[in-house]
């Protein structure tokens, strides 16, 4: 298994500005993931992450609106750029050694765009 | 994709009470996972069970892989079970994720 921190936890953010999620894991993984979950809805794949390229982004999902970093096999960021109110969701990263224990997911980050 | 499908939608429960969760899931699949999420809004991982049939505590579950169904079973539920049951699922050759749209279990004294 695998412990993921994600910060920051939660946060309030004026809309037109731009929010970095930051996803630590405390041993190395294969693939890594970010998810969005509006609110009262159930969770929906933005990206898989890839370590050294380009993240591989889901339908509806672009990388201008959500740019993704891999720099190595523990860590990975998510930007929510240019906010509005419509992306007010909690956003998770998850991460999977490809072992048979599945996937793991961090705490999640509640963004608030006001 | 695959497309998983869980019911009930809502479930209430007496303190103490018994409850299975149903997942159905369109194709072959090289993973099915079942999660809690918690009021905050923390994804619990429960059971990692692509097939077979695997308990922990209070709580255990099956999958079915030929007939492409999982059942959670909860049994003597308590006030803290409550929350969001989410099933998911990758298919053959993927690692990627395809939820179900939960069900809220509530759980009364």
């Known amino acids: 298994s695998a412990v993921i921190s994600q910060k920051p936890s939660r946060d309030i953010c004026q809309r037109g500005t731009s929010l970095t999620i930051q996803c630590q894991v405390d041993s190395q993984v294969t693939m890594m993931f970010w998810y969005r979950q509006q609110p009262g809805q159930s969770l929906t794949l933005i990206a898989t992450?890839?370590?050294?390229?380009?993240?591989?982004?889901e339908s509806g999902f672009v990388i201008d609106k959500f740019p993704i970093s891999r720099p190595n096999l523990t860590f990975s960021t998510l930007t929510v750029s240019n906010m509005s109110p419509e992306d007010s969701s909690i956003y998770l990263c998850?991460?999977?050694?490809?072992?048979?224990?599945?996937?793991?997911f961090g705490q999640g980050t509640r963004l608030t765009v006001v | 994709g695959i497309q998983v499908e869980q019911s009930p939608p809502d479930l209430i429960l007496q303190e103490g009470a018994n409850s299975t969760l149903r997942c159905n899931f369109s194709d072959s699949v090289n993973n099915l996972q079942w999660f809690h999420q918690n009021p905050w809004g923390q994804l619990i991982n429960l059971f990692y069970?692509?097939?077979g049939t695997k308990q922990n505590g209070r709580l255990s579950a099956t999958t079915v892989a030929t007939e492409r169904y999982s059942l959670l079973y909860i049994s003597s539920s308590q006030t803290t079970d409550s929350g969001v049951y989410f099933c998911?699922?990758?298919?053959?050759?993927?690692?990627?994720?395809?939820f179900g749209k939960g069900t809220k279990l509530s759980v009364i004294p």
């Open positions: 998911a699922s990758s298919g053959a050759g993927s690692y990627q994720l395809t």
């Open positions: 069970i692509p097939s």
């Open positions: 992450a890839n370590q050294g390229s380009e993240a591989t982004y």
């Open positions: 998850s991460a999977s050694t490809g072992a048979l224990d599945g996937a793991f």
